[in-house]
């Protein structure tokens, strides 16, 4: 079975830190975009960060996230990072992860591969 699962999630207290991965299950990562959402509750689902199969990243939630969230990815470990310091409350969402064949993307429908999510809770 084809799949991308995440982990990572937990309770943090708003300043701390968590790192969240995102690996690939029955394919490999390395021709892949990367990139991972977040779904606030009673929010649409947004994209925070994609990097490509190259290693080039982009952050598409840049004015919430910049300085903050940094993206990587260890094809050697089928596995892309999401690194986020600094959390704060509004940060709290559920997180998915998903793989792009066709390159880091706004568009949702354009990733061929999502993970179920992850939860990530902010506060004190």
């Known amino acids: 079975q084809l799949q991308v699962v995440e982990s990572g999630g937990g309770l943090v207290q708003p300043g701390g830190s968590l790192r969240l991965s995102c690996a690939a299950s029955?394919?490999?990562?390395?021709?892949?975009?990367i990139g991972w959402f977040r779904q606030a509750p009673g929010k649409e689902r947004e994209g925070v960060s994609c990097?490509?199969?190259?290693?080039?990243?982009?952050?598409y939630a840049d004015s919430s996230v910049k300085g903050r969230f940094t993206i990587s990815r260890d094809n050697a470990k089928n596995t892309v990072y999401l690194q986020m310091n600094n959390l704060k409350p509004e940060d709290t969402a559920v997180y998915y992860c998903?793989?792009?064949?066709?390159?880091?993307?706004?568009?949702?429908?354009?990733?061929?591969?999502w993970g179920q999510g992850t939860q990530v809770t902010v506060s004190s």
């Open positions: 998903a793989a792009s064949g066709s390159g880091c993307r706004r568009v949702e429908g354009l990733y061929n591969y």
């Open positions: 029955g394919f490999t990562l390395d021709y892949y975009a």
């Open positions: 990097i490509s199969n190259s290693g080039g990243s982009i952050n």
